[in-house]
């Protein structure tokens, strides 16, 4: 299993990015995905979910409403498209999915700074 996060960089508050996550070494279209976040000196967080088929999403309540998750399972791929960004949006987001055992991707920071 391979998670390759891109897209990140840096960013004015109120500025929008996408990011990617390209998944490999399994069915992509078989299993849910994640996106997470880890600010320095903070716990990961849950940022969004996306169901197999993309029947359900789910965001944590700090992004609701400024980011969506999607995914094209024919391209093996997870977005996140983050809009409306704030300072305390300042992380590295991590692509996560669970076969049996948690998988991680190395992350991509995002920074929102003026």
């Known amino acids: 299993v391979q998670l390759v996060e891109s897209g990140g960089g840096l960013v004015q508050p109120g500025g929008s990015l996408r990011l990617s996550c390209a998944a490999s070494g399994f069915t992509f279209r078989w299993y849910p995905m994640r996106w997470y976040r880890q600010a320095p000196g903070k716990e990961r967080e849950l940022v969004a979910a996306?169901?197999?088929?993309?029947?359900?999403?789910d965001y944590a309540d700090s992004v609701k409403d400024r980011f969506t998750i999607s995914r094209d399972d024919a391209k093996n791929t997870v977005y996140l498209q983050m809009t409306s960004l704030k300072p305390e949006d300042t992380a590295v987001y991590l692509c996560n999915t669970n076969i049996g055992m948690d998988y991680w991707g190395k992350g991509t920071l995002v920074t929102v700074s003026s």
């Open positions: 996306i169901s197999r088929a993309s029947t359900s999403t």
